[in-house]
């Protein structure tokens, strides 16, 4: 692969974590999000907006994680992945998860990045893996979990209401 296919493909991982393309970006589908609707369940579904987005959160986390930790310890499914049934959130814990998913991205958008990292090598300590399976693993939850969020964000009817459709 060419240093210019290389440069592409870095942009278009980029793009993948930006949500750039065939998706919503991550700000606008939490933009204006209402605070009494965090914690509330919508309907025939079993978590709320703040379980999803700390679902979200803690699935890139974790990979991040695998990415650059050498003695990365493997989560448990799903208990490390989801908050409990019960669990709630303040608004500054909303705001927190948020912010954390952010953080995250921006780390995981500096690795794609760096010249230096070459996205094909095997990630030490892993069957194979590679930073080019990863960032695309989180790319795709991140994409299939932002769009329901905007999904229920609809059926909750949590979208202002001067939004252009």
Do not use: K
Not at 47 to 70: C, F, G, K, S
């Amino acid at each position: 692969m060419t240093d210019t296919d290389t440069d592409r493909l870095r942009r278009q991982l980029i793009g993948l974590l930006d949500g750039v393309g065939a998706r919503m970006p991550f700000d606008e589908a939490v933009a204006d999000f209402p605070d009494e609707a965090i914690n509330a369940f919508p309907p025939n579904v079993e978590y709320t907006p703040w379980h999803l987005l700390e679902h979200i959160r803690l699935t890139q986390a974790d990979i991040l994680d695998y990415i650059v930790n050498r003695d990365y310890v493997e989560s448990q499914w799903p208990t490390d992945f989801w908050p409990a049934r019960d669990a709630t959130a303040t608004q500054g814990q909303f705001a927190a998860t948020i912010e954390a998913y952010l953080a995250d991205v921006a780390s995981l958008r500096a690795i794609v990045a760096d010249p230096a990292t070459d996205l094909f090598a095997t990630i030490p300590n892993t069957p194979g893996h590679t930073i080019l399976r990863e960032v695309r693993i989180v790319g795709e939850h991140n994409a299939y979990h932002v769009g329901e969020f905007a999904i229920l964000r609809q059926v909750m009817g949590t979208w202002p209401p001067d939004r252009d459709a």
